[in-house]
């Protein structure tokens, strides 16, 4: 028997790990270029739903607990409103209020804006949501990304995992090959 038999092994160890890294470059040079379209709009509305669903969003920025956290700011400005910018528009009225009055208009105003703020942050988010169409910005994002840059990201993250694939598939060819020599071996007769 010819000694070119015993590389049977090695080629098959060889036939897989190289189907393996054959299998990573048709993914990156040829599926995903040609799918590339259909995959970013999957991931865009994926995400778009997933990550920022509208009925989510519109409850965490209508949240009453939000007026609480800008309420001091408010009443800042509104005190402000109230001593100088309201004065200065109507000059009567500023010279006919106090101070008493004017922590009581403040103290009103303020009520009125702890109301109103869910509802106007509610019909904000919806018309944020017509304007900006995540989808569509998420997927020319997506699509604006180099192909070399999601198949570097994609090594890197993958990398240690496709080592170990390919070499559990050159451990694979490795045992046919072993097992294919066996039966060349129990075949041939001296």
């Given at each position: 028997?010819?000694?070119?038999?015993?590389?049977?092994?090695?080629?098959?160890?060889?036939?897989?790990?190289?189907?393996?890294?054959?299998?990573?470059?048709?993914?990156?040079?040829?599926?995903?270029?040609?799918?590339?379209?259909?995959?970013?709009?999957?991931?865009?509305?994926?995400?778009?739903?997933?990550?920022?669903?509208?009925?989510?969003?519109?409850?965490?920025?209508?949240?009453?607990?939000?007026?609480?956290?800008?309420?001091?700011?408010?009443?800042?400005?509104?005190?402000?409103?109230?001593?100088?910018?309201?004065?200065?528009?109507?000059?009567?009225?500023?010279?006919?209020?106090?101070?008493?009055?004017?922590?009581?208009?403040?103290?009103?105003?303020?009520?009125?804006?702890?109301?109103?703020?869910?509802?106007?942050?509610q019909g904000y988010v919806k018309n944020l949501q017509e304007e900006l169409n995540l989808e569509r910005m998420i997927a020319e994002k997506?699509?604006?990304?180099?192909?070399?840059?999601?198949?570097?990201?994609?090594?890197?993250?993958?990398?240690?995992?496709?080592?170990?694939?390919?070499?559990?598939?050159?451990?694979?060819?490795?045992?046919?090959?072993?097992?294919?020599?066996a039966i060349v071996m129990s075949t041939v007769t001296y």
């Open positions: 028997m010819s000694s070119w038999w015993l590389m049977l092994p090695i080629l098959t160890a060889l036939t897989g790990w190289l189907s393996v890294q054959l299998a990573a470059y048709l993914f990156f040079n040829y599926a995903l270029p040609r799918r590339r379209q259909a995959w970013t709009a999957a991931l865009a509305q994926k995400v778009s739903t997933e990550f920022f669903d509208p009925a989510v969003l519109e409850q965490k920025i209508a949240d009453p607990a939000n007026y609480q956290k800008i309420q001091p700011m408010v009443e800042v400005h509104v005190d402000d409103f109230l001593r100088k910018g309201l004065p200065k528009a109507f000059p009567i009225i500023g010279s006919l209020i106090g101070d008493r009055t004017i922590n009581q208009l403040k103290e009103i105003f303020l009520k009125e804006l702890e109301t109103i703020f869910p509802v106007v942050m997506i699509d604006g990304i180099s192909r070399e840059t999601v198949q570097t990201a994609a090594y890197q993250a993958i990398g240690n995992g496709l080592t170990k694939v390919a070499a559990l598939a050159a451990a694979l060819g490795l045992l046919i090959g072993l097992g294919q020599l």
